[in-house]
């Protein structure tokens, strides 16, 4: 009797413990609801840095530059092989963006993320921010080629990605990232400049076939070569993995 008595002791206090670790109902609300006055705040900064800002005009490269990138497989897509070949599969908000001039070449844009479930891979990263890095962003005109016509070389341009358009802040999104390892020390120098380190900072794996965007209520994929019904009709697989994503 007494062995019953204990044991219902140890195990009532294994649930107070895990309830007390829990966050309450009120916390959480508040937790959103700070999160969501935040990316109000940095939605409207980021518009203001963007107002004067002249944005690079591919229309008439568009075509040659939303494409399929070279090697995808999409017999190979599937929700298995993603979470295989990712670190970390994660379901995340964008909290900020911010602009990375002084790059040479490329541009990117710092992005911070709500991670707010990980599908696949070390759950430590759930309900914590990361930093990461999107294609496209603000650059200098010197850095840009003289085919586009800038020819002041001190001014700002946004130069936008065709095949990773920028999400807006508060999007949700859904990708695969790995911890960040530096590929030469001048990389490694170039992104602490800007407040990235392997403590904080996480890649995107594949971004052109590993990249979601919750659009109108629905996931699909960020990249604007898949979404047609020529891609749809060839990429099964891809669309399979968005439908899957829908429902959870």
């Known amino acids: 009797m007494k062995l019953k008595v204990l044991t219902v002791m140890i195990l009532s206090l294994f649930v107070l413990t895990g309830c007390q670790n829990q966050p309450s109902t009120h916390e959480q609300k508040i937790k959103t609801e700070q999160r969501n006055k935040t990316i109000r ?12 800002i002249k944005v690079l005009d591919q229309n008439e490269f568009k075509n040659a530059f939303v494409k399929i990138p070279n090697g995808y497989d999409d017999e ?17 908000q964008l909290i900020d963006l911010e602009g990375m001039i002084g790059r040479p070449i490329a541009p990117e844009t710092e992005a911070t993320i709500y991670v707010s479930k990980v599908i696949s ?10 930093k990461t890095v999107f294609a496209g962003g603000l650059t200098k005109g010197k850095y840009l080629y003289s085919d586009y016509g800038i020819k002041n070389r001190q001014e700002t341009i946004y130069y936008p990605s065709a095949t990773f358009p920028m999400p807006q802040i508060g999007s949700q999104l859904i990708m695969g990232i ?4 530096p590929d030469s020390t001048q990389q490694e120098k170039m992104y602490k400049k800007f407040g990235l380190s392997q403590n904080n900072f996480y890649t995107i794996n594949n971004p052109e076939t590993t990249f979601w965007v919750k659009t109108n209520g629905k996931y699909q994929i960020n990249n604007p ?4 019904s020529a891609a749809k009709h060839k990429f099964k697989n891809i669309y399979k993995l968005t439908d899957k994503f829908n429902q959870q």
Do not use: M, V
């Open 121 to 130: 891979g070390d759950k430590k990263l759930q309900g914590k921010t990361i």
């Open 41 to 52: 705040t940095n939605q409207k900064k980021w518009n203001k840095k963007l107002k004067n």
């Open 178 to 181: 790995g911890n960040y390892h």
């Open 76 to 92: 190979s897509t599937s929700l298995k092989n993603l979470k295989n070949g990712n670190k970390y599969l994660i379901k995340g």
């Open 225 to 228: 070569a898949f979404n047609n």
